[in-house]
């Protein structure tokens, strides 16, 4: 699902672009979405490339492409469902794949987007597409997998790019690595720990500070429990 403003302005640039031939202007955009600068435009343009939905194309003025809508608005648009990208997931250079792994089965958990391991990113829960993970790697409940964005939290050893294994949980020790939803508008992931009703979330990396709330703005999504790279 997409945040309230991520749909706003896709349904915005989608209604221009049937109008008109061409997508709005960034200060038009930031008219229609009532906000105070166009790098709010920028952050949401940025979600909804990341996410799939729209594509930036270079050396062309108001270049931008809607590559599919969401169930919410493509009734309307009669746009068409997501393409499902073909990925490769496991050991490259040896050619093996999880599919080959021999640990015992492989279970397909939907990939729900891209997290931040930095600054904090929009929350989404749209499957971009599905990816094998070795059974041995889940245990009881519901599981999904994000892809990493950043390097925040680097010394734990989640480099960007990697794909972590997330249980589905609102529940969460001290120094657990988790996926925390704060102001119920933006997701990253970091070591959660409990600090006198309130909440820390420390990166793994000096470069980055540690970011504390109030108990009652974050909400926990679920556990890190594995981590899968590609080389």
Known sequence: MLT????????????????????PSFDEMKEA??????????????????R??????????????????????????????????????????????????GDGGVAELP??????AGVPIA?????????PVPRSMLSGGEHFALEVRGDSMRDAGILDGDVV???????ADSGDIVV????????????????NGSIALEAANP???????SDDRVRVQGRLVGLIRTY
């Open 111 to 116: 990939l729900m987007g891209r997290i931040a």
């Open 180 to 195: 925390a939803l704060v102001d119920e508008e933006e997701a990253t992931l970091k070591r959660l720990r409990r600090q």
């Open 33 to 50: 979405l009532d906000l105070r600068s166009k790098s709010g435009i920028h952050r949401l343009i940025t979600a909804l490339e990341e």
């Open 4 to 23: 309230k403003k991520q749909l706003d302005l896709l349904d915005f640039i989608d209604r221009r672009m049937q109008r008109d031939g061409v997508p």
């Open 52 to 101: 799939g939905f729209i594509r930036r194309l270079p050396h062309r003025a108001r270049a931008l492409e809607i590559v599919r809508m969401p169930d919410a608005l493509a009734e309307r648009s009669g746009r068409r469902g997501p393409f499902v990208p073909r990925v490769v997931t496991g050991d490259r250079a040896e050619g093996r794949s999880l599919s080959q792994s």
């Open 207 to 213: 470069a980055y500070e540690t970011r504390i709330y």
């Open 165 to 171: 294994v997330i249980r589905e949980t609102a529940v």
């Open 123 to 131: 929350a989404i829960s749209e499957v971009m597409r599905h990816v």
